[in-house]
């Protein structure tokens, strides 16, 4: 269908003409409409309109019968002394049965054979004309959004080629630069940049057809008068935004009316077969299990109804959930949730999912340690998916709520589903966040994933959801205990004792048993180096002491298997460290042999973990917490012994660590788990094999009802339940409530209790009203009166000043008061000589409890500050005297106890502040590597936190302002030309200066470039890591790009409501 209006000529390929529709075939024939419209017009001679910026970039069709999705474009040109308008603009909505491909090249070579300019078709993959098109898209949107800023005045009825792309919601386009006329002339840049100016910046709702002929007159009158230009905009959006316009919404291809069916949205569980390319191009999967299958097609899943996935480690639930993403993303164009237990998890789930991303055109998000923005930013063109640790998830979601925006989020896939049952407050976080998703969002779907879970169905219940519960594995795992030198088969069938389990070999001893009593070096030298094996052993110490006994029992040919990965690892591990390898790796590398746990450094284990996986390393002793973290499998998995720490291993520990053995993809059909044990422990392993699987118990009510404590509060302030009825149907709706009966919890008395003492902390008020009680601030005195506090069912509640704070810096009360405390002392007396004093403020107080300080090691450290690091101390109330007494081991009264070891913790701060190694602290201060980045990384989070805090009470402006830049620095602590490349996921800073030295310095220069050289670059980096971190670094661009056309657009509105 074509549409003259004025002196515009619009034809949508979407709605095809006569001509069009009888040509199925999608050529063009002579003398189409569409080419008679474009006589003299200048065309843009690229194919680029087509696959950049702006929506999901389009996706080879191979099915006709498919819908398509197609990018939008126009393409603007002007002859000489003439303003007449002409564009063509394609809306993919109804194409059913067009190849795309085909009419975009029949169309293009057409137009440019008659201009007698290269037709040929370019791909967005070339890497030097990826960059370029970043570039020009990036000057470009800072040109227009100072000019629309400044309104500066323009030169009329200049001839050239304009792009109307940052104006016009629903169309996408690249800045046409250097375009030629059909007779062959030049056109002028600057004529192009001054015309823009009249037509290019009206903001016009292209989707009501009403406005075009109105919007073209003034078009043209603005071109002709002399009103300066400014004027002309700003009047041109004020009447445009007087209009009641109802938008159209945007879809896509893969959206469909209600009620559609699979078939009718795409082949691929209602995705475009394209989809299932790139999963197989990016993970390898060719094809689904049966189950995965079954599951995708359930009715839960088409009617949005809440799911719960329970399935053995490596059974493939991850697949699932990144389907649904999709789904979310491109058919329902909603953003998505992605919430993980650790940061690790996060960073390799977003570096995963970025060629995605890439590919299809939507956004990744890191939020996790210091890296995620509150509220995150709007997009209007592309949807996002927001990969999130557990307490950053939480933010996310609050400032969703507060800023009432949570619609944007159509689907929360939650991984580790049984964490819900966690003590020591992750439990209850995750309780919590999945409670107000339950209660405020509408039409959100709730995807939870898991190993097999005991209480199953109160979980499911909790959720408003169905079960989907399978016992499957790709591999077979066949599982083993070892009782001195023999190997017994576990008979999981039988109930009786004495068939439990079956002797199945001897091992026959390849290590002196002197060094070796328990022939671990000999379960090992079984399958390495062919095949890889892991060693879980009960402490961190017990793990670096068997890499060195397996290392000891092997002989001097392992050294000379893959001797060059090895020596590029140990390189790796050098520029991580700054120059410096643990004595004990340094000795077991060349064996091919390392450990893994907490105590590393993320950069360190990231390294090891990529070894492992590509054969470099063929045996890691670590503890249970990898099993538990990264996807890590293995062909054999060995107990030490069934202790975690201190603990008899429970059944779901021990399916989770041995889960690692045997998965698919790794070149084996079968998997073995081996479990170590003596005799003493023999029962107990007896009544391990007949015990069942965990139960997820809610922890809200635990201990002090810290946990519930945090929900009504959060929930009073975020105006979600404001009253107490409303508050006891918020309480109905968490795990708790499902348990109440079988716990014995009063939840009536209980939700009382916790609003009695929130009121007592001065966290809550009565709204509208002469309070009952006075309540201050600080707390200290609760009541000014001798009246009762008496509360009705539909007394309105708010937050006083101090619990929204805590609510905003995502705290408990006890720190925000800590907080609070510690602010108004630095207020009188702040420090900032140096930035000591404002380290101390960020420094956690988590981690107050997990260290000892050293004596003699905190008295040198005060000795060698400075003067004005001195200074900050005697304000703390640390003075000589009061080291004097801590050197001697006597308590200090006048300092407490908290006080002191924080400033320990502030003095390593300090040291990394000022870009001292990770690997140098660590030894100075007898702490490991892995805790003291861990300071690190909690101090960036922190700080964004207290930040936060101080936004919300006036008093600490001066703090706001002071803390902008800490958590970003914090974060990295390393050099300034380092931190781009610190923005990439996974990325520490031994990767980025390794980059760094191979040249590759900023975004730009690694996302123009490509696997091979990356691989040839950098020492002991895989293909897929290299091309992860090209996909990451190109996202991260892209995100900036659409950014700015983000602000361009909020310029452009903001121009609207300036007044006369």
Same mark, same amino acid.
């Given at each position: 269908?074509?549409?003259?209006?004025?002196?515009c000529?619009?034809?949508?390929?979407?709605q095809?003409?006569?001509?069009?529709?009888h040509?199925?075939?999608?050529?063009?024939?002579?003398?189409?409409?569409?080419?008679?419209?474009?006589?003299?017009?200048?065309?843009?001679?690229?194919?680029?309109?087509?696959?950049?910026?702006?929506?999901?970039?389009?996706i080879?069709?191979?099915?006709?019968n498919?819908?398509?999705? /197609?990018?939008? $474009? =126009?393409? *603007?040109?002007f @002859?000489?002394? +003439?303003?007449?308008?002409?564009?063509?603009? %394609?809306d993919e909505?109804?194409?059913?049965?067009?190849?795309?491909?085909?009419?975009?090249?029949n169309?293009?070579?057409?137009?440019?054979q008659?201009?007698?300019?290269d037709?040929?078709?370019?791909?967005?993959?070339?890497?030097?004309?990826?960059?370029?098109?970043?570039?020009k898209?990036?000057?470009?949107?800072?040109?227009e959004?100072t000019?629309?800023?400044?309104?500066?005045?323009?030169s009329?009825g200049?001839?050239?080629?304009?792009?109307?792309?940052?104006?016009?919601?629903?169309?996408?386009?690249?800045?046409?630069?250097?375009?030629?006329?059909?007779?062959?002339?030049?056109?002028d840049?600057?004529?192009?940049?001054?015309?823009?100016? /009249?037509?290019? $910046? =009206?903001? *016009?709702n292209? @989707?009501?057809? +009403?406005?075009?002929?109105?919007?073209i007159? %003034?078009t043209?009158?603005?071109?002709?008068?002399?009103v300066?230009?400014?004027?002309?905009?700003?009047?041109?959006?004020?009447?445009n935004?007087?209009?009641?316009?109802?938008?159209?919404p945007?879809?896509?291809?893969?959206?469909?009316?209600?009620?559609?069916?699979?078939?009718?949205?795409?082949?691929?569980?209602?995705?475009?077969?394209?989809?299932?390319e790139?999963i197989e191009?990016?993970?390898g999967?060719?094809?689904?299990?049966t189950w995965q299958?079954?599951?995708?097609?359930?009715?839960?899943?088409?009617?949005?109804?809440?799911?719960?996935?329970?399935?053995?480690?490596?059974?493939?639930?991850?697949?699932?959930?990144e389907i649904?993403?999709?789904?979310?993303?491109?058919?329902?164009r909603?953003?998505?949730?992605?919430?993980?237990?650790?940061?690790?998890i996060?960073?390799?789930?977003?570096r995963?999912?970025?060629?995605?991303?890439?590919?299809?055109g939507?956004?990744?998000e890191?939020?996790?340690?210091?890296?995620?923005?509150?509220?995150p930013?709007?997009?209007?063109?592309?949807q996002t998916?927001?990969?999130?640790?557990?307490?950053?998830?939480?933010?996310?979601?609050?400032?969703l709520?507060?800023?009432?925006?949570?619609?944007?989020?159509?689907?929360?896939?939650?991984?580790?589903?049984?964490?819900v049952?966690?003590t020591?407050?992750r439990?209850?976080?995750?309780?919590?966040?999945?409670?107000?998703l339950?209660?405020?969002?509408?039409?959100?779907?709730?995807?939870?994933?898991?190993?097999?879970?005991?209480?199953?169905?109160?979980?499911?219940?909790f959720?408003l959801a169905?079960?989907?519960?399978?016992?499957?594995?790709?591999?077979?795992l066949?599982?083993?205990?070892?009782?001195?030198?023999?190997?017994?088969?576990?008979?999981?069938?039988?109930?009786?004792?004495?068939?439990?389990?079956?002797?199945s070999?001897?091992i026959?001893?390849?290590?002196?048993s002197d060094?070796?009593?328990?022939s671990i070096?000999?379960?090992?030298?079984e399958?390495?180096?062919?095949?890889?094996?892991?060693?879980?052993?009960a402490?961190k110490?017990?793990?670096?002491?068997?890499?060195?006994l397996?290392?000891?029992?092997?002989?001097r040919?392992?050294q000379?298997?893959?001797?060059?990965?090895?020596?590029?690892?140990?390189?790796a591990?050098m520029?991580?460290?700054?120059?410096?390898?643990?004595?004990?790796?340094?000795?077991?590398?060349?064996?091919?042999?390392a450990?893994?746990?907490?105590?590393?450094?993320g950069?360190?284990?990231?390294l090891?973990?990529e070894?492992?996986?590509?054969?470099?390393?063929c045996?890691?002793?670590?503890?249970?917490t990898?099993?538990?973290?990264?996807?890590?499998p293995?062909?054999?998995v060995?107990?030490?012994?069934?202790?975690?720490?201190?603990?008899?291993?429970?059944?779901?520990?021990?399916?989770?660590?041995?889960?690692?053995?045997g998965?698919?993809?790794?070149?084996?059909?079968?998997?073995?788990s081996?479990?170590v044990?003596?005799?003493?422990d023999?029962?107990k392993?007896?009544e391990?094999?007949h015990?069942?699987?965990?139960?997820?118990?809610?922890?809200l009510?635990q201990?002090?009802?810290s946990?519930?404590?945090?929900?009504?509060l959060?929930?009073i302030?975020?105006?979600m339940?404001?009253?107490l009825?409303?508050?006891?149907?918020?309480?109905?709706?968490?795990l708790?409530?499902?348990?109440?009966?079988r716990?014995?919890?009063?939840?009536?008395?209980?939700?009382d209790?916790?609003?009695?003492?929130?009121f007592?902390?001065?966290?809550l008020?009565v709204?509208?009203?002469?309070?009952?009680v006075?309540?201050?601030?600080?707390?200290?005195?609760?009541?000014?009166?001798?009246?009762?506090?008496k509360?009705?069912?539909d007394?309105?509640?708010?937050?006083?000043?101090?619990?929204?704070?805590?609510?905003k810096?995502?705290?408990?009360?006890?720190?925000?008061?800590?907080?609070?405390?510690?602010l108004?002392?630095a207020?009188?007396?702040?420090?900032?000589l140096?930035?000591?004093?404002l380290?101390y403020?960020?420094?956690?107080?988590?981690?107050?409890d997990?260290?000892?300080?050293?004596?003699?090691?905190?008295?040198?450290?005060?000795?060698?500050?400075?003067v004005?690091?001195?200074?900050?101390?005697?304000?703390?109330?640390?003075?000589e005297?009061?080291?004097?007494?801590?050197v001697?081991g006597?308590?200090?009264?006048?300092?407490?106890?908290r006080?002191?070891?924080r400033?320990y913790?502030?003095?390593?701060?300090?040291?990394?502040?000022?870009?001292?190694?990770?690997w140098?602290?660590?030894?100075k201060?007898?702490?490991?590597?892995?805790?003291?980045q861990?300071?690190?990384?909690?101090?960036?989070?922190?700080?964004?936190c207290?930040?936060?805090?101080?936004e919300?009470?006036?008093?600490?402006?001066?703090f706001?302002?002071?803390?902008?830049?800490?958590?970003?620095?914090?974060s990295?602590?390393?050099?300034?030309?380092?931190l781009?490349?610190?923005?990439?996921?996974a990325?520490?800073?031994?990767?980025?200066?390794?980059?760094?030295?191979?040249?590759?310095?900023?975004?730009?220069?690694?996302?123009?470039?490509d696997?091979?050289?990356?691989?040839?670059c950098v020492?002991?980096?895989?293909?897929?890591?290299?091309?992860?971190?090209?996909?990451?670094?190109?996202?991260?661009?892209l995100?900036?790009?659409?950014?700015?056309?983000?602000?361009?657009?909020?310029?452009?509105e903001?121009?609207?409501?300036?007044?006369?």
């Amino acid at each position: 269908m074509e549409e003259v209006l004025g002196a515009c000529v619009v034809s949508r390929a979407g709605q095809c003409s006569s001509r069009q529709r009888h040509n199925p075939g999608g050529k063009k024939e002579k003398g189409e409409s569409s080419q008679r419209i474009l006589n003299n017009s200048t065309p843009i001679a690229t194919n680029k309109l087509f696959t950049d910026f702006g929506g999901i970039t389009p996706i080879k069709r191979k099915c006709s019968n498919t819908p398509v999705r /197609c990018k939008r $474009e =126009i393409v *603007v040109g002007f @002859s000489p002394g +003439s303003t007449q308008t002409c564009m063509l603009a %394609l809306d993919e909505s109804c194409l059913q049965a067009v190849d795309v491909e085909v009419v975009e090249r029949n169309y293009w070579d057409s137009q440019n054979q008659q201009l007698g300019l290269d037709g040929a078709h370019q791909e967005l993959g070339h890497h030097s004309e990826f960059l370029d098109l970043l570039n020009k898209e990036s000057d470009f949107l800072l040109g227009e959004i100072t000019s629309a800023a400044l309104g500066k005045n323009d030169s009329q009825g200049q001839s050239g080629a304009i792009n109307l792309s940052h104006n016009i919601s629903d169309v996408d386009y690249l800045p046409a630069n250097n375009l030629s006329h059909g007779d062959g002339q030049n056109t002028d840049n600057e004529s192009n940049r001054q015309l823009i100016k /009249c037509v290019g $910046e =009206i903001d *016009v709702n292209w @989707s009501d057809q +009403s406005l075009l002929e109105e919007a073209i007159k %003034l078009t043209n009158q603005m071109c002709q008068s002399s009103v300066p230009m400014g004027e002309k905009i700003k009047q041109a959006l004020l009447n445009n935004a007087q209009r009641s316009v109802k938008s159209k919404p945007k879809t896509v291809s893969c959206v469909g009316p209600v009620g559609v069916t699979q078939e009718e949205t795409g082949p691929f569980f209602g995705l475009p077969v394209e989809v299932q390319e790139l999963i197989e191009q990016t993970k390898g999967i060719t094809s689904l299990y049966t189950w995965q299958t079954e599951c995708l097609e359930l009715p839960a899943l088409k009617h949005r109804k809440n799911l719960v996935l329970a399935l053995p480690t490596s059974g493939g639930k991850t697949l699932v959930a990144e389907i649904l993403v999709l789904k979310e993303l491109l058919c329902q164009r909603r953003n998505a949730l992605f919430v993980l237990p650790y940061v690790a998890i996060v960073q390799e789930k977003v570096r995963s999912l970025s060629p995605l991303a890439i590919a299809l055109g939507f956004l990744v998000e890191e939020y996790a340690a210091g890296k995620g923005c509150y509220p995150p930013r709007r997009r209007r063109w592309k949807q996002t998916v927001y990969v999130a640790t557990i307490e950053k998830a939480m933010g996310l979601v609050s400032s969703l709520v507060e800023t009432d925006r949570l619609g944007e989020i159509g689907l929360a896939v939650v991984d580790e589903l049984h964490l819900v049952g966690e003590t020591g407050g992750r439990g209850a976080n995750l309780e919590i966040l999945l409670t107000k998703l339950l209660f405020y969002a509408v039409d959100l779907h709730v995807v939870g994933m898991s190993a097999t879970i005991g209480n199953l169905g109160e979980v499911a219940t909790f959720l408003l959801a169905d079960s989907f519960c399978r016992n499957f594995r790709p591999v077979e795992l066949q599982e083993y205990i070892k009782l001195e030198d023999q190997v017994f088969s576990i008979n999981w069938d039988t109930r009786c004792p004495e068939e439990l389990l079956t002797l199945s070999r001897r091992i026959e001893p390849r290590t002196n048993s002197d060094i070796d009593p328990d022939s671990i070096g000999s379960l090992v030298l079984e399958v390495v180096p062919d095949e890889s094996v892991l060693v879980f052993c009960a402490t961190k110490k017990n793990c670096e002491n068997v890499a060195l006994l397996v290392c000891q029992t092997m002989s001097r040919k392992f050294q000379e298997h893959k001797i060059d990965e090895k020596k590029a690892l140990y390189r790796a591990l050098m520029a991580e460290c700054k120059g410096s390898v643990c004595p004990t790796l340094r000795n077991t590398l060349p064996f091919g042999v390392a450990y893994h746990h907490s105590g590393l450094m993320g950069g360190e284990r990231r390294l090891l973990e990529e070894a492992f996986v590509s054969g470099t390393i063929c045996c890691i002793c670590c503890t249970s917490t990898l099993a538990a973290g990264v996807n890590l499998p293995a062909k054999r998995v060995i107990l030490r012994s069934p202790y975690v720490g201190r603990e008899f291993v429970s059944m779901s520990r021990y399916k989770q660590m041995v889960g690692r053995a045997g998965r698919a993809g790794m070149g084996s059909s079968l998997g073995e788990s081996i479990l170590v044990c003596k005799n003493t422990d023999i029962d107990k392993v007896r009544e391990l094999v007949h015990s069942s699987m965990d139960q997820c118990v809610s922890s809200l009510a635990q201990g002090d009802a810290s946990g519930m404590r945090s929900l009504l509060l959060s929930a009073i302030g975020q105006g979600m339940a404001t009253s107490l009825a409303d508050l006891h149907q918020l309480v109905k709706r968490t795990l708790l409530s499902v348990q109440a009966t079988r716990l014995g919890v009063d939840l009536t008395a209980l939700v009382d209790s916790t609003l009695v003492g929130l009121f007592r902390e001065g966290a809550l008020r009565v709204c509208n009203q002469q309070a009952d009680v006075s309540v201050c601030l600080s707390g200290d005195n609760v009541s000014q009166t001798n009246k009762k506090l008496k509360l009705r069912r539909d007394t309105p509640l708010s937050v006083s000043r101090l619990g929204r704070a805590a609510i905003k810096g995502c705290m408990d009360l006890k720190k925000a008061r800590l907080l609070y405390e510690d602010l108004l002392q630095a207020q009188a007396s702040l420090v900032l000589l140096t930035c000591l004093h404002l380290l101390y403020l960020v420094t956690p107080y988590d981690l107050v409890d997990q260290i000892r300080p050293s004596p003699s090691v905190y008295f040198n450290s005060y000795n060698n500050l400075s003067v004005q690091d001195q200074q900050c101390a005697r304000v703390l109330g640390i003075t000589e005297v009061c080291m004097v007494r801590i050197v001697k081991g006597h308590t200090h009264k006048g300092v407490p106890e908290r006080v002191i070891k924080r400033f320990y913790l502030t003095l390593m701060l300090s040291e990394l502040w000022q870009q001292e190694s990770v690997w140098k602290v660590s030894v100075k201060y007898h702490v490991t590597r892995g805790f003291v980045q861990n300071l690190m990384s909690s101090s960036a989070a922190f700080a964004a936190c207290v930040m936060r805090f101080c936004e919300e009470l006036e008093e600490f402006w001066a703090f706001k302002d002071l803390l902008v830049n800490f958590s970003q620095r914090l974060s990295h602590c390393c050099t300034q030309e380092l931190l781009p490349l610190m923005e990439l996921p996974a990325v520490k800073r031994g990767r980025a200066q390794q980059l760094y030295n191979a040249n590759f310095k900023t975004l730009k220069d690694i996302a123009n470039t490509d696997v091979n050289t990356l691989v040839s670059c950098v020492d002991h980096i895989s293909r897929k890591v290299a091309g992860q971190i090209i996909a990451a670094a190109r996202l991260l661009l892209l995100e900036k790009v659409e950014s700015l056309r983000e602000e361009a657009q909020e310029v452009l509105e903001g121009i609207a409501v300036i007044p006369e």
